[in-house]
């Protein structure tokens, strides 16, 4: 059966292997980006499955259009994928309002536009889906990704939020937790105006490993996440969460193993104390 996406952050990486996937899969695709002229070679290949539109999900005017022209095209919208993000590098006390505001601007407010503009066309139809790009830096802390890792830590409580809050209307909500893929995101950090050198034990080391990670060879292909996507819209009952990844698998069961690790000793030991 033919879905009806809109996929935002398209102009490489992630969201364009997406695109890519679904049109030549026979999906209808609006596939958007800041720079829609990157998908050009996309959109000549997919004539008539794959459109392009600019988005950039800080303009509510924007992700209004974007919403309407999918409608438009394909009659309706059957899966959303908040895509789009960037990662904010730099220490808590090294990241400034600023730069905090534009960091959650993208990951977290982006996604909450698009999400609130498709909503009363599901409610309509009686169904939906709703993807959130997540990381898993959502539940695992990173040195020097405090503002990433906040606003991956925020979009997955909205999202978690949603599937509560929507089920009964006929839409579903999955969160994707990738781990380490090969694209522009180390590229693409944005660095702090200014630095503190005490940080620098630990912020020299982790924006190095940060930079490097495309020269991982067992780093994840953006086939992969694809993949994996693509499978995951034609289940019946899709997962509220998914790792993507043999590394975001480790990790994430390591992180969920030592935070009920940690819960089981607190709860222990004040039962001991009140005894």
């Known amino acids: ?158 999202a978690e939020t949603l599937a509560v809050e929507a089920a009964h209307l006929g839409v579903k909500v999955t969160i994707l937790q990738p781990g380490g893929f090969a694209t522009g995101y180390s590229a693409a950090l944005s660095v702090p105006s200014e630095r503190i050198d005490a940080y620098a034990p630990i912020m020299d080391g982790a924006f190095e490993a940060m930079s490097n990670m495309n020269s991982n060879p067992a780093i994840n292909s953006p086939e992969l996440f694809a993949e994996v996507v693509w499978r995951v819209s034609r289940m019946p009952s899709p997962p509220l969460r998914l790792p993507i990844g043999l590394d975001a698998e480790a990790m994430l069961k390591s992180a969920y193993a030592d935070r009920l690790d940690e819960f089981d000793k607190v709860v222990a030991a004040r039962h001991h104390t009140d005894g």
């Open 1 to 158: 059966m033919i879905k009806r996406w809109l996929i935002t952050g398209c102009s490489n990486g992630l969201g364009r292997a997406l695109a890519e996937r679904l049109a030549a899969e026979g999906d209808q695709v609006l596939a958007t980006a800041r720079r829609p002229e990157t998908l050009d070679d996309l959109a000549a290949r997919f004539p008539g499955s794959l459109l392009t539109a600019a988005l950039d999900v800080r303009d509510p005017d924007q992700c209004r259009s974007a919403v309407d022209r999918a409608l438009a095209a394909f009659g309706g919208i059957d899966i959303l994928v908040n895509n789009a993000a960037y990662g904010q590098f730099g220490a808590l006390e090294e990241v400034s309002d600023a730069q905090l505001a534009a960091q959650f601007d993208t990951n977290v407010f982006g996604s909450w536009r698009l999400t609130r503009a498709v909503l009363p066309s599901w409610r309509t139809q009686g169904a939906g889906h709703a993807i959130f790009v997540s990381s898993v830096a959502g539940l695992v802390a990173f040195p020097g990704l405090a503002a990433y890792n906040a606003s991956k830590f925020a979009l997955e409580g909205a």
